[in-house]
Structure formats: C-alpha cells, structure tokens
C-alpha cells in the first residue's frame, strides 16, 4: 500500500497535478540531510532563549540588608576597636537595628531589614542600648551584607528592597507580558514576513536589548529592557519552533516537535553552569546576550520556510529550495519541476483568509484557537514556575536548576513514544493529571530533598505536556497565522 501511495505520488509530481505540499516532502525526503542540516541550526537559536527567560533567579539574589544612619556615617570606629569597615557597619547595626531571636533559644538574632531606632542626635557607642526608643522606616538607603554566592545582585545595585522589593517581581512580571505580546505581535510578522526574516531580526534585537540590561543604570530603564527582551525572545523561540516544524514531513514532525526542545534543555543547564562560574551579575547577563551573536552568520545558510513562501504565492523561491532539498536528500528531480500546481490545503484549514481574526470566525477553528490558548497559558505558567522557583526548595540553586531542565531531555522523548501508543489526547492528560497530583504533594512537604524530587517529577510531566500542546498547535492552526 505504502509503495503504491508514493508511485501515486510521483506520478502526479511528474505530471505536474495539483498536490499537497507534504507529499512534496514525502516524495523529495522528509526527515532528510538537507533538513537534518537546517533543523540543527535551527536549534541552535532555541537553545539561546532560555537563558533570557530564566536568568531573573540569577541575577537577583538575596542579600542581607539593614538601614543606614546618616547621623552615623562619620564616626570613627577606630577609636572603638573596629579594624575594617565592615566590623564597623556590624557594630552599627548591633545597636543601632532593632532585632529578635529567631527561635525559642534565643541562639540567633534577626534583625529588622526595613526599620531602625531613630537615633537623631544619639551619639554612637558600642555599649548604647536603644530598647524603647521610637522605630522608624529607613530614610537613608541601606548597608548590605555579603551576598551567600559571593558574587554581586541587583537587588544590592539597584536597592530593589523593602518597600522596592516588589521590582524584582516586577521584571520577571514583565518578561512574561513582552512574551504575551510577542507571541501575537510577533507571530503576525512572522506570518507576514517570513520565519526566517523575524526570527534574525528578533535575534538582533534581543541581543542588543540584553546589552542594555547589563549597563542599565536603574531600575526603571531595567524593567523597560526586559519587557523589550521577552517580546523579541519570544519571536526567536516561536519562529524557529514553526519553522523547523514546518520543513518536515508529517510522519516525522512527532520527532522534530519534541526534539527540538531537549536544545532548549541543555540551555538550561548551560544557564546553571554559567552562573555558577559567572558570579557579577551584570557580566552574566553580559555574556547570555552576547554568546547569540554567532548564530548571525547562520543568516547565509538558513533558507526561508518553503511551505511559507508557497502560502505567500512566491512559488519560484519555494521551487528552489525543493530542488536544493532534493540535490541534499540524493533524490531525483525533473528540471521541468515547479510550484505551480502544489497546495498546501491540507493543512491549511480549507482556504482560510489570511488574517489572524479568520481564526475567530470559524466555529470549529475558534473552539481549538480559545482551548489552544488556554492549554498554553495554563502549562507554560506550571513550565515556568517550577522552572523559577527552585531557589526555594532549600537545596543547592544551581543543582537544582540544572536538574529542571536535563529531564526535559526525557520529558521529551516520553512524549515521542506516548504519542505513538496513545496518540496525543490521553498522552496530554495523563501528563496534566500526573503534574497536578505531584505538585500538590509536594505542598505538604517541608522544602528538602524530598519535596525536590516530587518538584522535578511534576517539571518532567508539565515539560511533557508542554511539547505535547505546542506540537498539536503547528498541526490544528494554518500556516499563515500559526
């Protein structure tokens, strides 16, 4: 049956009779040398975007902190016995930061990050005792202890503490709006200008955006440029998982759709490494935005999206991207070949408009557009969460957050072989099932290993579910709004 389907195949190829063009793919190599090659380079730039999208844990460590007294600042310690600096912003703090015990012991003291004793014309001394002495919020910055990492954090630069906390939240906040904008805005110039075209051009413009980051000198010019970099991040990320997609024949794009996220894996755990071994961090938001600049000389390899170029009626390039895919794949091709009578209807939702609202005016595919949307949202904010919250599990943070992603690498081939026995449906919701119940294990726990492992177990579920979703959208949804 099989080889009658491709003499089939090549009969109305060589005819010229109209024909889907994933039996193009199917008839010139659809996993082949030619695609093997770009789809590699293609992954190369979804292994850049994690590390934009998850360096905010990175870069803003905690750090102790307690208020500055202006009234203070001139003493000299000298005379008291302190021999550095820092003994004397201790000695400081010791009288002059109103403190608990931790616990019933009374072993350990805490003191106050964001009030101290108003000790206007109180003058210093070792021996003072403030007890009763009026509180107040800081008024004059703030001392800052040693951060645990022995590097630098923005929070420290930035004095992103207290009633400025909420900043650090912020910027990841608006990260993930510049994602939801991106996702829309910037998957309509893909559709418009091509895959290739935005996908450089977001590359460009998230490296230059992430320059930014690293030499921002306050905290507003910071949280702008992270917006900025989770449009642009997002558009090298949805670009090129489309298009790698896209240059794939269809039995073979269950493959290409997962695999494609063991790069952004292994870009996790290159995250881990260089913030282990980077611990400034203005030079490790330095080094991720430029380590993607080498992937700019791929511009004069990486074609554009033949399937795209049909759909946008620019047959001839199209043309000869098939003929070089065929010359790669070591398959035969007529010169008299061309794009004239190749449709791209079967995965086309039956001749749909060109415009990102025909998705909402067709019942059957407005019903998969809101229940794709929802499943993206609600999966991706699992992915992430994890992803970003293992500082809290109260084991090494590095460790930890290279282990989230090295079992996405499973994460996906789990999904390669449950689509081929269970196909997508139940695949998708025992996974969806399995995160939830895990998870909500894991919130009776006390943070330790135990609860790490339940954490990673649940991040291998929602990583599967997540490509899962993500592939089924590159099928449902039409090439020129997908």
């Not at 800081?138 to 645990?148: F, H, I, Q, R, T």
């Not at 415009?355 to 949307?373: G, I, Q, S």
């Not at 997540?466 to 949804?477: A, H, Q």
Request: with cysteine; charged share 20%.
């Amino acid at each position: 049956m099989e080889n009658a389907d491709k003499a089939l195949r090549t009969k109305m190829i060589q005819a010229n009779e109209e024909i889907p063009f994933d039996d193009i793919l199917i008839e010139y190599g659809e996993f082949g040398r030619y695609q093997k090659w770009i789809y590699s380079l293609l992954c190369l730039f979804i292994l850049v975007t994690p590390a934009q999208a998850l360096i905010m844990g990175f870069l803003s460590e905690d750090v102790d902190h307690w208020c500055k007294r202006a009234e203070w600042e001139s003493i000299d310690c000298g005379r008291f016995g302190f021999n550095t600096s820092r003994q004397c912003d201790l000695g400081k703090r010791a009288v002059g930061i109103p403190w608990n015990y931790t616990d019933n012991d009374q072993t350990e003291k805490v003191y106050s990050s964001c009030t101290r004793y108003n000790t206007h014309g109180v003058e210093f001394s070792p021996d003072l005792d403030l007890d009763g002495y009026p509180v107040m919020p800081c008024d004059s910055g703030w001392k800052y202890g040693e951060v645990e990492s022995g590097g630098t954090t923005l929070i420290k630069d930035f004095d992103a503490v207290c009633g400025q906390y909420y900043f650090v939240s912020l910027a990841q906040t608006l990260y993930f709006v510049g994602t939801g904008f991106g996702s829309i805005f910037i998957g309509v110039l893909s559709d418009r200008f091509g895959r290739r075209t935005v996908a450089f051009l977001c590359l460009v413009s998230t490296i230059l955006s992430g320059v930014g980051l690293a030499f921002s000198p306050n905290i507003i010019m910071f949280l702008v440029l992270r917006c900025v970099v989770g449009v642009t991040n997002s558009g090298i990320l949805y670009s090129t998982v489309v298009h790698a997609n896209e240059i794939v024949g269809p039995s073979k794009r269950n493959w290409a759709g997962n695999v494609v996220w063991c790069f952004f894996a292994i870009g996790i755990m290159g995250l881990a490494l260089l913030a282990y071994l980077i611990r400034n961090w203005r030079y490790l938001q330095l080094t991720v935005s430029v380590i993607p600049v080498l992937l700019l000389i791929t511009w004069l390899t990486i074609p554009e999206s033949p399937r795209w170029l049909l759909m946008r009626g620019r047959k001839k390039e199209a043309e000869d991207i098939i003929k070089r895919l065929a010359r790669w794949n070591k398959v035969e091709i007529k010169e008299s070949f061309n794009m004239d009578k190749v449709a791209a209807k079967s995965d086309e939702g039956g001749g749909l408009k060109r415009d990102l609202v025909e998705l909402f005016r067709h019942p059957k595919l407005r019903c998969y557009t809101v229940n794709m949307m929802w499943q993206l949202f609600a999966v991706s904010s699992v992915y992430y969460g994890i992803s970003l919250g293992t500082g809290s599990l109260e084991v090494n943070n590095y460790v930890a957050f290279a282990v989230s992603g090295a079992v996405d690498i499973p994460a996906a081939f789990f999904g390669i072989f449950a689509i081929e026995y269970w196909s997508r449906r139940p695949t998708y919701m025992f996974l969806v099932l399995l995160c939830g119940a895990v998870l909500l294990a894991s919130g009776f726990l006390t943070p330790g290993v135990f609860k790490t492992v339940l954490a990673m177990v649940g991040k291998f579920a929602i990583a599967a579910a997540f490509n899962i979703i993500d592939l089924r959208g590159c099928e449902i949804l039409p090439t020129v709004v997908r």
